[in-house]
């Protein structure tokens, strides 16, 4: 199964490593033990105090970084195409978008399943009777082979509404926007 940039909205430098990662691993079968390996290894360089600084910081040499990260990897049974791939991040230079690499191969491993990330921002928290009635009405705009991932947060700055995002689309309700586009329109000479 091929997973294009344009489907999943992975670019850049961490876009091309993930894509490169999820290709080798799906070639080898083992795309979701590599997602699972890859989460763990998030948790474990936000968990180690100063492990992500060190990681990035350009006076520590490769070797340094490819010992402290080898004999954890060892320890821990880390797929081969994962040491391999944070070896050769590490020799391009680019440690500091391991972060970056985990979140778009998570990316591309949900847009394989067909799960649609949404997030809904909302003034206040959203009743049940509310998200229900949001999540049938999100669910129209996605296909039959598709699965909502709703995430809620609240912001009291929106003053009321909501900011709802679903995959790479952004629609604002919020009556914070709509106070200012209306302060906008009324600045504007006649």
Do not use: W
């Not at 991040?89 to 949900?110: C, L």
């Not at 997030?119 to 699965?147: C, I, M």
């Not at 709703?150 to 709509?178: H, P």
Request: hydrophobic share 40%.
């Amino acid at each position: 199964a091929v997973v294009s940039t344009q489907s999943t909205g992975v670019f850049g430098i961490e876009g091309r490593y993930a894509h490169a990662l999820y290709s080798a691993a799906t070639k080898q079968g083992s795309a979701d033990e590599i997602e699972g390996q890859l989460n763990s290894l998030q948790g474990a360089i936000d968990s180690v105090a100063g492990l992500k600084e060190f990681l990035s910081l350009p006076v520590c040499s490769k070797d340094e970084k490819k010992a402290a990260l080898g004999g954890a990897f060892g320890e821990a049974g880390v797929d081969p195409l994962i040491s391999n791939m944070i070896e050769t991040m590490i020799d391009n230079k680019r440690s500091n978008h391991i972060s970056g690499v985990v979140g778009a191969f998570n990316t591309i491993m949900a847009a394989q399943r067909g799960e649609v990330p949404c997030t809904v921002t909302s003034a206040q928290p959203l009743s049940d009777e509310h998200l229900e009635s949001l999540k049938g009405a999100l669910g129209k705009f996605l296909k039959s082979n598709e699965k909502l991932l709703l995430d809620t947060a609240t912001d009291e700055s929106l003053i009321g509404g909501m900011v709802v995002e679903i995959g790479d689309k952004r629609v604002d309700m919020s009556t914070a926007t709509k106070i200012k586009k209306l302060k906008s329109a009324l600045s504007l000479p006649l």
